[in-house]
């Protein structure tokens, strides 16, 4: 019901920008050569407009519909070692930084480990690591850190023994897999994996 609210606030905001009175006029000059040009005037209603902008500044920014997904924590192997990426999520109070000496209180920073080994000389606001020394297999665990003090909150992934993920699926006679995606259907806070079979009489 609440997001129904939202949605018709935003709706009904949308249309009152729609609905601002403008006046327009048309004045048509002749130019010494004889040609006809145009002339266009406008005029807003200044007091509506101003209601439209008080109910856009009071629109509900902060209520978006959004997932409630977990850190995503994930290693994939390269050539050269294991790239490690998390997500940055609504709760963290850091803006993503460009530097790391721009601190302020209750901040959100992490702290990466590799088998028990912290990687990282201090908490960083980046959401990947390129660690050169990892490999497949490698067990990395992710900690939120929030005023110089490590959370309680920990993530831990092995590193894949490749860099994709493979699927086993059957195959259906008449049919062909043709498109996927991911959703996180059971509200768990990870993606599922989603595969669409097309009858091949259907297939482009």
């Known amino acids: ?22 006046f327009a ?4 000059i002749n130019s010494d050569d004889g040609f006809t040009l145009n002339k266009y005037t406008s005029e ?5 407009r101003a209601e439209v902008d008080k109910a856009y500044e009071n629109r509900p920014v902060e209520n978006r519909p959004a997932e409630a997904l977990d ?5 994939v192997p390269a050539d050269d070692g294991v790239l ?8 963290d109070n850091a803006a993503l930084r ?9 901040d959100t920073y ?6 028990g080994v912290l990687l990282n000389p201090e908490p960083m606001s980046a959401t990947n690591y390129f660690d050169e020394h990892g490999k497949s297999g490698t067990e990395y665990t992710l900690k939120t850190v929030i005023n110089g003090a490590e959370t309680d909150e920990a993530r831990m992934v092995k590193a894949w023994d490749k860099e994709y993920i493979g699927f086993s699926l059957k195959n259906r006679e008449g049919y062909i897999i043709d498109d996927g995606g991911a959703g996180d259907l059971d509200g768990d806070g990870k993606y599922e994996y989603l595969f669409r079979r097309t009858p091949t009489d259907m297939a482009p």
Do not use: C, H, Q
């Open 1 to 22: 019901m609440k997001a129904k609210r939202i949605i018709s606030f935003i709706t009904a905001a949308a249309a009152a920008i729609a609905a601002t009175p403008v």
């Open 25 to 28: 006029g048309y004045e048509a």
């Open 71 to 75: 850190r995503g924590l994930v290693a």
């Open 110 to 115: 992490y702290n990466l480990y590799r088998d």
């Open 44 to 48: 807003i209603d200044t007091a509506k």
């Open 84 to 91: 490690v990426s998390w997500r940055y999520l609504a709760e």
């Open 98 to 106: 460009i530097s790391d000496t721009d601190r302020s209180e209750g």
